[in-house]
């Protein structure tokens, strides 16, 4: 089974994590304000950073899952 993220999938859950860290980190309204505007501005949808960022976190998914499998195979039954 293979999964893949897409552009919109990762730009979303990255604007859900920056949006709660800049609530929850205890930062300065300037820093808020600056970690919002790094978001917006360098990681847009079609830029090199979201295009690296995907590609990443897709290759990572990739290799968590197969270690995963391996796991499983290696698992002897009545370990369970």
């Known amino acids: ?3 893949r993220f897409t552009d919109d999938e990762l730009a ?3 604007t859900i994590i920056v949006n709660r860290i800049a ?3 205890g930062l300065s309204d300037k820093d808020r304000a600056m ?3 790094w ?3 360098e990681m847009k949808l079609g830029s090199d950073d979201m295009d690296d960022l995907v590609r990443k ?3 990572d998914f990739e290799k968590m899952m197969s270690r995963r ?3 499983q195979i290696r ?3 009545w370990a369970d």
């Open 1 to 3: 089974m293979e999964v």
């Open 12 to 14: 979303e859950a990255l």
């Open 23 to 25: 609530a929850e980190a």
């Open 35 to 37: 970690l919002k505007r």
């Open 39 to 41: 978001r917006s501005s």
């Open 57 to 59: 976190a897709n290759e």
């Open 69 to 71: 499998e391996r796991s």
């Open 75 to 77: 698992k002897p039954d």
